[in-house]
């Protein structure tokens, strides 16, 4: 039997069916068979999406205009959760409305209640309504004074700071107070206040400050001692830095880098290497600052085999490709003039680039007079929305003016 087709092409196909046979004819009899074409397949439409409907934005003057058409009086636990949410937001507005109904509505504040109302206000910029409040008070905490001199560290007000803390000082028995009588954190308002004594160059009172700690048992706080051994090094007293030092126990990586900035920032570039160093023969983690502190160091003392060897510390911690690594390598191989070196760290990830370490390889292009690959930084820039700073910009224009002009940047990049 022998079946073929006569047109394969043929919407309904005719096939040959042969019968060799000696009591028949040999005459093909022809059998059309149909074929079932595949049926065209005809997507679905998906249905149209239907955005959302945003939900309303319920503000408090909302909830109060509400509250008052109802006449019905607004409970404490609505107050705390507008207040709340006024501090979040930092609307100066909102934060005055809120405090405003809350006196009208002739509302008893209590002490936590009233030391909300100053952190609303700290949070909202309003910091002479906040003192005005705290003027008003009748009882106040040891909360109610920690909010307040935050509230003045914030916003510069570093004399009134320090006067705040000193009359507290005088007016609240700080003597028997403890870690559970101070709600608010210690380190913390410590901080602050140490900060100001740095701003003001108040050296006495914060070495009172330091006294008051190590008396109320608060001195061997990981993070206040960070801040000690700063505040001690920016005014040039190592010997007060290192004695913070010694009392903590177990120093982490944080206590040690604070001792190699400290004495970065003092030019005390070789013993910022020698702790560094001592950190390494401790066993003690280092961290992306504390690689970056260091090689700064290295440059500014120019010793290349020390910097590469803080490089290779650095690759071995896995901390080569981190954004304060990266940048520090970058300036530290630039400026010593290893360019090579700076641009195989620069494009060592391509992906994860920084402005700052691509400020720093802009800088070095064009300490080398290289405009070709100073612009190209320029264009990788622009294509990942970022803008030099303006010092490296003005260099470029200087070295490159030529092919760089200020309007081009502000129309690349504004």
Not at 308 to 325: C, T, W
Request: charged letters at 20%.
């Amino acid at each position: 039997m022998e079946i073929t087709a006569l047109n394969p092409h043929a919407k309904a196909a005719l096939f040959f069916h042969n019968i060799s046979s000696a009591k028949h004819s040999r005459t093909p009899i022809q059998i059309q068979l149909p074929i079932h074409t595949r049926p065209e397949y005809k997507p679905i439409p998906k249905p149209a999406r239907i955005k959302p409907i945003p939900k309303p934005i319920t503000t408090t003057s909302d909830i109060l205009h509400l509250m008052d058409s109802l006449k019905l009086p607004i409970p404490p636990d609505i107050y705390t959760s507008l207040i709340k949410e006024c501090t979040e937001l930092g609307d100066p507005l909102k934060s005055i409305e809120l405090h405003e109904h809350m006196r009208r509505s002739r509302f008893r504040f209590t002490l936590p209640l009233l030391n909300r109302l100053l952190l609303m206000y700290v949070s909202s910029g309003c910091l002479d309504r906040a003192r005005q409040l705290f003027d008003q008070m009748f009882l106040r905490d040891f909360n109610s004074w920690a909010v307040l001199i935050a509230g003045c560290v914030e916003n510069g007000e570093h004399g009134e700071a320090i006067n705040l803390f000193v009359e507290m000082l005088h007016r609240q028995d700080m003597g028997n107070v403890g870690l559970d009588r101070m709600g608010f954190s210690v380190s913390g308002i410590l901080v602050c206040v140490l900060k100001a004594c740095l701003f003001t160059s108040d050296f006495e009172l914060g070495t009172q400050v330091h006294c008051w700690l190590w008396k109320m048992g608060f001195s061997k706080s990981a993070s206040l001692s960070c801040f000690l051994i700063n505040f001690y090094g920016r005014l040039d007293c190592f010997e007060g830095a290192q004695t913070v030092f010694d009392h903590v126990r177990n120093p982490n990586t944080a206590v040690w880098t604070s001792r190699i900035v400290s004495f970065c920032s003092n030019g005390n570039f070789e013993e910022a290497v020698s702790v560094f160093k001592e950190m390494g023969r401790e066993g003690v983690r280092e961290n992306g600052y504390t690689f970056s502190t260091v090689l700064k160091a290295c440059r500014k003392m120019g010793d290349i085999r020390c910097g590469q060897q803080v490089h290779a510390n650095s690759i071995k911690s896995g901390l080569e490709s981190d954004g304060y690594v990266q940048c520090a390598l970058v300036d530290f191989y630039g400026k010593c003039g290893f360019l090579n070196d700076a641009t195989r760290v620069f494009e060592m990830d391509i992906n994860k680039k920084n402005d700052a370490s691509c400020n720093a390889m802009l800088a070095n292009y064009v300490r080398h007079g290289l405009c070709i690959e100073a612009n190209e930084i320029l264009r990788r820039m622009k294509m990942s929305g970022s803008r030099p700073c303006e010092s490296v910009f003005n260099e470029v224009s200087f070295v490159c003016g030529s092919g760089v002009t200020e309007n081009d940047v502000d129309e690349k990049y504004l």
